[in-house]
């Protein structure tokens, strides 16, 4: 379906909202990459994907994790990470030895990389055959934009059971943000509620921009699909009530209708 917004205008209301990012750049390409993805089918899944991005990297396609240590974040690596990063992820000071889950064919551990820091063997597996991708050999992989966003795309539509499931159904994260179960959304992503009231804050701010700015030729053929399902529906009632009353005029109605309203 994709979410076509006037990409100038959406970032000028979040500017006016008092909102910042470091990746203006990296952000307008998530909107154009937001026009084509059939992943997003209404305006609260590209707001969330967009309040999630924010938390995660600040809207940055190409961020990975400590980056800051090694210089200005958000900037590709040649090879490696600068010795720094490697320390920390090999540290197991507050967390776990990277090193220890698992490396790819460089040689380096699967640590947060991307749009939305995705981290773990598990998820550069899952979700680098579910874009198509061997992000399991190569990590790196998901620090190119296209596929970065594809990641997100896909991390958050992708239906979970477990604690994810309403009324006995499979919920993605995009399914639980329009449900409301905002907390769920969260924990869907992050595992836990760290970053929950910023996501949730982003998210809200995201909605009103993206409907304030949605593509007018879009709004149009909305506008225009509502009225005609109306009109259709109308119709139908009014024809079935007017035969049933005997008022309509004779005539022969085609085969079709006959099978629908005799």
Known sequence: MGIVVNIDNAIEEYKKSGKKTAFENSLRQVLEFAKDDINLKSVSDLAYLLATAKVESDYSLQRWESDY????????????????????????????????????????????????????????DKYGKLIGVDLLNNGDKALIPKNSYKIASI???????????????????FDLARLGDLTLARKSVNGGTNGLNETNKYYELWKNIIENNLDSKKKIKIVLGIGIVVLLVAGTITFIYLKKKGKLPNFKLPSFFKKVFS
Not at 76 to 105: E, F, H, I, V
Not at 111 to 121: K, M, N, S, V
Not at 157 to 164: D, E, L, M, V
Request: charged residues 25%; aromatic residues 14%.
């Open 155 to 173: 991390f958050l539509s992708n239906k979970r059971g477990g604690i994810y499931k309403k009324n006995g159904e499979k919920q993605n994260t």
């Open 69 to 124: 240590q090694c210089g200005k974040a958000g900037v590709p690596y040649k090879d490696a990470p600068c010795q720094k990063a490697l320390d920390y992820y090999r540290s197991s000071d507050g967390k776990r030895n990277y090193y220890n889950m698992g490396t790819d064919m460089k040689g380096l551990p699967y640590f947060g990389r991307g749009l939305i820091q995705l981290t773990g063997e598990g998820n550069y």
